[in-house]
């Protein structure tokens, strides 16, 4: 199983320095990819743009949306802002672009995007990117690794309609364990070869716990008394990290991402740590 | 720390131990609405491993209940006559009033304060540090706040009363007993020397139909008594306050809200088939108690509790949901040999597989799969046979060697039979160029019949049956290749889809067109010239493909078929042309080979085919000479619900086989030699498709 880390794009307050470095480190660590995270209505950076500056210092390292929320944009920006990051980072190999209808009705409502379609249009914009449509598709978007996330029946057999793999939420082993049953058996209903690629995640922060908490209290506030679970699962030991990466791997997990909850470098160099 | 905990009932009582034993100095008061010694239904049950939790969580108590327990380690299945046993299930039950005592001598001596006879109007006037409703399915507090917890509550299953009765089991008893106005079924068990609960249940029909839905307590009790006589002997069925209900499905997205927490039936019911509700019930308090020890904080220790516990509780809310969805349709299983529905019974909940049972009960075991190889054609004094996976299957003239089934391309079916399946199959074969799914499929022209050939000598060789799947993509087809991708039109190229209906598939999707009588013909005699050549080709099994929204099924749905002529409509009209395919097939196939259909039984969409609707589909295919079903579900349009898991098929086809009455073929992500073994041991199945994917050449097992 491969590990990667997330940028802190979303933790409010980063600056240019911040994530500049922060993915400077994880090029140079034993991370196999940095990830972003997409949320509209909050103090955060956009994911591709995070992306492109991720691209601009690194050289190795694979980027990934884990997720962005397809939906917020129209099917030729989302292929357009994902083709571009993949020119910038030299290649679309670089890029795995992991799409979600996202959680949150109001970066639907901020964007201009009626919410209940939210599926119908991740779909459409799937099949877009797959060059369905025989119109103008970028071609630089033709290797990148796509994922599809979500939890309900429909998101699996959207993401074994269209993507190469799954991108889970997050949770313990057994919740990955038991959406990789399901993921799986759509990619056979779909009558696809082989297997889905199995991305998870997790928060962690191997510094300041309580400013962990915290961050992940507000940045899920919106769901109300899940903002607490999420808090609480949130990885604060090396030791947390290692059995959750132990737990996923055992659970086929192919790519594990890590996501920070505390914007301070230190966390980079003690995850490196932790996970050689 | 004050607590308040509303409802005296297992779960309130436990917690209220286990708290106060934690630290003395919390206040704890538990308040009732009913006097200490009223109690509603008799004895209740638990397994195992519920007992060492009790015995960890609080030793005098687990020693008092124990000590007037009844065990047994015997399921009866009474059932035409015959009395089924199977052993190795360990249970204990016990009176509820009985261990409602217990608990609350051991609150009395630990100075929990108990009121009893307080009703509770209205939830602001309970205060305290944390605030506990254990006040049961009707729970005030979660109606009051049923928008916070998200709560759901629905009937489920069949109409029940709950009955004591004097006589006294030695086994957890199951009865069915078939009456002129259907089938009524009891679940029975004994709970202490001298007593047992004895439940009846039977289908709201036949409940109205025998008039139960008039009767008074009394008469019920007296109708039972009568119904079960046989069982019940000089014995007596005793009522408290024994009316007919309906079981209230309860669930909750969260299970606290600031510091009001649910627990036990407030929070979450399973359905009493499986007997697990006073179990979930000390478990939740067990686990709450653990996490008001761990943290100080009493929001965290809600949020830990939930997170220990919901996981755990949604496994057993499935398996209940399975099982009583197995008792509302049982009597569709009733034409099935008695061992056969015993195995049915006690796999339904899908927590016990076959490998399961013959861990339990080996001799149960043996003499189950005994009786399926004699079934199977076997020799009638066999005493022991292979596991059931391995019994041949005679079917349309022919015999197929074992129940597994591999999907193989043409290439590699020499290598799908040494592999061990007893059919090979082919993907879909597409009866004419215009009728492929994408530009590589394979079809069944003139040029192709020798290579076929020899791909169908090859599984022949290593001793399998081969079988092709012909269809045609409708509008479905001209898409990319499948490995970036499904239903992904091709950049370049292609070719004009047809379909029932000018609907395109899904999104980006070309639009097809409506099919006229020329494109009819033309379709009905390529699949017959299909026929003709998979029978030259040496193919041992025709599946003509209905399903997953490719042409033919495409005429079945009134998702993908609006037409307005004699083709669209009615089930029967949406039927029609798929049958004269059929027909066409069948003419053209010959009549000593076996011919199967594959069907989606449900689109899994609003507005589409249901289940039951699919098994009418299902009965009016085999009327038209299929001989097997291969049940599938969904993919009838792009935007389906589908719901995946381990086997997700199984329940299917269990109902297409049983109510309609044809052998079935199901997949639905089989992944172990123990799933196929219990679908066909359990007649759930016929043959199953094993997903190729799980099983990998046994050298990189140890990789």
């Known amino acids: 199983m491969r590990i990667g880390i997330g940028l802190p794009n979303t933790i409010p307050g980063v600056d ?66 994902a083709a571009s990051v993949a020119t910038l980072a030299g290649g679309a190999s670089r890029l795995t672009l992991g799409l979600g209808v996202g959680a949150r009705p109001d970066d639907y409502e901020a964007a201009g995007v009626e919410h209940s379609a939210r599926g119908a249009r991740l779909s459409e914009q799937l099949a877009y990117l797959r060059g369905g449509r025989g119109e103008q598709v970028y071609a630089a978007c033709d290797g990148v690794e796509l994922l599809v996330g979500g939890a309900s029946g429909p998101a699996f057999a959207r993401m074994a309609r269209y993507a190469d793999g799954y991108a889970h939420g997050g949770g313990p082993p057994r919740a990955f364990a038991a959406a990789a049953v399901r993921a799986r058996a759509a990619w056979s209903d779909l009558g696809r070869h082989g297997r889905p690629a199995l991305w998870g995640q997790a928060y962690f922060t191997l510094g300041d716990a309580d400013r962990g908490a915290a961050y992940l209290r507000d940045y899920y506030a919106f769901t109300g008394g899940f903002a607490e679970r999420i808090a609480a699962a949130n990885l604060t030991t090396a030791r947390a990290v290692k059995d959750l990466i132990r737990g996923y791997a055992a659970e086929g997990c192919d790519e594990l991402v890590l996501l920070p909850t505390v914007a301070d470098l230190d966390d980079v160099d003690r995850l490196a740590e932790v996970i050689v | 720390m004050k607590v308040s905990i509303v409802g005296a009932g297992p779960a309130g009582l436990y917690l209220g131990i286990l708290l106060k034993k934690a630290d003395p100095a919390h206040e704890i008061e538990i308040v009732e609405r009913n006097a200490p010694d009223a109690t509603f239904g008799w004895g209740v049950v638990f397994s195992g491993e519920t007992l060492g939790a009790l015995r960890d969580a609080d030793p005098p108590t687990y020693v008092e209940i124990t000590d007037t327990f009844a065990r047994w380690d015997t399921v009866d299945v ?87 009765t004097d006589l006294v089991l030695d086994a957890f008893r199951f009865i069915f007993t078939d ?64 009316i007919w ?36 019930a000390m478990e939740d308090a067990i686990a709450l108690a653990a996490a008001c020890i761990r943290h100080t904080d009493v929001r965290t220790a809600l949020v830990d509790y939930e997170l220990e516990r919901q996981p755990g509780v949604e496994r057993v809310q499935r398996a209940a ?27 339904r909940s899908g ?11 080996p001799e149960f075991v043996r003499a189950l799969e005994a009786w399926f190889a004699r079934s199977s054609g076997g020799s009638g004094d066999a005493r022991f046979a292979p596991p059931p996976l391995f019994a041949p299957l005679e079917i349309g003239g022919t015999t197929v060697r074992n129940r597994v089934v591999l999907e193989s391309r043409r290439t590699a079916m020499a290598d799908a039979a040494l592999a061990g399946a007893g059919l090979v199959t082919t993907g879909l074969v ?24 020899s791909a169908v000598d090859g599984a022949h060789e290593a001793g399998a049956l081969a079988m092709v799947r012909l269809g045609h993509a409708g509008r479905r087809g001209a898409t990319e290749p499948r490995d970036r991708g499904v239903d992904v039109p ?110 989606s039984i449900t689109d899994w969409a609003r507005g589409g085919v249901a289940a039951d609707e699919g098994i009418e589909l299902a009965r009016a295919v085999a009327a038209a000479g299929a001989q097997l079903i291969h049940v599938e579900a969904g993919q009838t349009i792009a935007g389906g619900v589908p719901e995946y898991r381990r086997g997700y098929l199984t329940t299917l086809s269990d109902r297409v086989r049983n109510e309609a009455r044809v052998p079935t073929l199901v997949g639905g992500y089989l992944t172990t030699l123990d799933e196929v073994n219990t679908a066909v041991v359990t007649g759930r199945a016929d043959l199953c498709l094993l997903d190729l994917s799980a099983i990998g050449p046994v050298e990189e097992v140890d990789q």
């Open chain 1, 16 to 81: 240019r320095d911040l994530l500049l470095e922060w993915a400077r480190r994880a090029d140079a660590g034993p991370f196999s990819s940095v990830a972003v995270l997409d949320r509209l209505v909050y103090d955060a950076v956009e994911p591709f743009t995070a992306l492109s500056a991720a691209a601009a210092v690194s050289e190795r390292v694979r980027l990934a949306t884990m997720i962005a929320i397809g939906p917020l944009r129209s099917p030729a920006l989302l292929a357009k802002q």
């Open chain 2, 78 to 164: 009474r059932y035409r006559g015959r009395l089924l046993r199977s052993r190795g299930h360990t249970f204990s039950g016990i009176a509820r009033r009985r261990l409602l005592a217990i608990l609350q001598r051991r609150c009395q001596e630990l100075g929990v304060k108990l009121e009893f006879g307080v009703e509770i109007d209205a939830p602001e006037s309970i205060s305290g540090d944390l605030i506990v409703a254990a006040d049961g399915v009707n729970s005030l507090f979660r109606r009051h706040y049923a928008d916070k917890f998200g709560s759901t509550v629905e009937p489920q299953g069949c109409k029940y009363v709950w009955f004591g």
């Open chain 2, 179 to 242: 009456t002129e106005h259907g089938l009524f079924q009891v679940h029975s068990y004994p709970f202490d020397e001298s007593t047992s609960t004895f439940i009846v249940e039977c289908a709201e029909p036949v409940w109205r139909r025998a008039g139960l839905d008039r009767m008074s307590e009394q008469e019920s009790l007296e109708f039972c008594q009568r119904l079960f006589a046989d069982d019940l002997g000089d014995h007596r069925l005793m009522s408290n306050k024994s």
């Open chain 2, 245 to 280: 209900l309906d079981f209230q499905r309860v669930s909750n997205r969260t299970w606290h809200h600031g510091n009001v927490v649910l627990l036990g039936d407030a929070a979450h019911t399973a359905h009493f088939s499986i007997g697990s509700g006073t179990k979930l």
């Open chain 2, 321 to 347: 949901d399975e099982s009583a969805a197995f008792f509302s349709r049982v009597v569709h299983s009733t034409h099935m040999a008695p061992r056969q529905f015993a195995a049915n019974l006690l796999t």
């Open chain 2, 351 to 361: 927590r016990i597989s076959h490998a399961g049972l013959a861990v339990r009960d």
């Open chain 2, 430 to 453: 597409a009866v004419v160029l215009d009728g492929r799914i994408s530009p590589h499929d394979p079809v069944l022209d003139d040029a192709q019949v020798a290579e076929w050939r």
């Open chain 2, 490 to 599: 091709l950049r370049a190229g292609g070719w004009p889809l047809i379909a029932a209906s000018a609907l395109p598939y899904g999104p980006s999707a070309r639009t097809p067109t409506s099919m006229d009588a020329d494109d009819m013909e033309r379709v009905r005699a390529a699949f017959a010239g299909a026929a003709t050549r998979a029978a030259a080709a040496g193919f041992d099994a025709l599946e003509l493909d209905a399903a997953h929204g490719y042409l033919l099924a495409g005429f079945l749905s009134p998702l993908a078929n609006r037409r307005e002529d004699d083709y669209g409509g009615s089930e029967e009209s949406r039927l029609r042309f798929p049958l004269e395919v059929l027909a066409a097939v069948r003419d053209a196939w010959p009549a000593e080979r076996l011919l199967a259909v594959r069907l």
